[in-house]
């Protein structure tokens, strides 16, 4: 089945520093890519939507300059955390579209603290 | 905007119960549904996938049914084992867009 990996799994930054996640569609070319977030025992929320060789779309709240996506290519989309502070750490995860399907396949996931 | 509601919260069964997961989602117009199985700090895994037009879809002991018209969708898990406990999320596709729409989620124990 298709796989979508992230990197890293788990990373712990200090509060101010840029913390950038990896979304890799291992085997299938995903022109669509969207990044959730979840917290404690809360369900997923979507932050954005990534289209390869487009800008994102941010959900309403979500602070496009604050959380930086790009989608360069049909296998990779980031996610960048700038300047981030604790009410940031959460657990992130990307879920990738394949092309032409309407079924989406998820990430392990990304857990980010902030300290 | 899509609503997606899961009852219950949460859910103790010994093993070998047959149990069933509820869950609700206020826009009929949808184009599909999955139900999703989270371990504690883990990501997801897809369990089933029900395309708007079937009523059903089944997996071993996992079958998911769909009622599209009164917005509800049940998990009905068989002979249920303690390697089923974890939280199990219902997820909706709506027409709108490819975003999945997610409820909080049931989180199941089930006891030896």
């Known amino acids: 089945g298709a796989v979508v990996s992230q990197h890293p799994s788990r990373v712990i930054c200090k509060s101010g520093t840029s913390v950038k996640i990896e979304c890799r569609s291992l085997?299938?070319?995903?022109?669509?890519m969207f990044w959730y977030r979840q917290f404690p025992k809360q369900s997923l929320m979507l932050m954005a939507t990534?289209?390869?060789?487009?800008?994102?779309?941010?959900e309403q709240g979500v602070e496009k300059d604050k959380f930086l996506i790009n989608h360069a290519s049909l296998t990779l989309s980031t996610l960048t955390v700038t300047s981030a502070h604790p009410e940031d750490s959460s657990f992130y995860i990307c879920?990738?579209?394949?092309?032409?399907?309407?079924?989406?396949?998820f990430g392990p996931g990304t857990r980010l603290t902030v300290t | 905007k899509q609503e997606v509601t899961q009852i219950p919260a949460a859910l103790s069964v010994p093993e070998g119960e047959n149990l069933v997961l509820n869950c609700s989602f206020t826009?009929?117009?949808?184009?599909?549904l999955q139900w999703f199985r989270q371990d504690p700090g883990k990501g997801l895994t897809s369990l089933l996938l029900?395309?708007?037009?079937?009523r059903e879809q089944t997996s071993g002991r996992l079958n998911a049914s769909l009622d599209k018209s009164s917005g509800r969708s049940t998990l009905y898990i068989a002979a249920s084992q303690p390697g089923d406990s974890a939280t199990y999320l219902c997820?909706?596709?709506?027409?709108?867009?490819?975003?999945?729409?997610f409820g909080k989620g049931t989180s199941l124990l089930v006891t030896p």
């Open positions: 990534s289209n390869e060789g487009s800008k994102a779309t941010y």
């Open positions: 029900i395309q708007s037009s079937q």
């Open positions: 879920s990738a579209r394949d092309r032409g399907l309407y079924e989406q396949y």
């Open positions: 997820a909706v596709n709506s027409n709108s867009g490819y975003a999945l729409n």
């Open positions: 826009d009929s117009a949808i184009y599909n």
């Open positions: 085997d299938f070319q995903a022109t669509t």
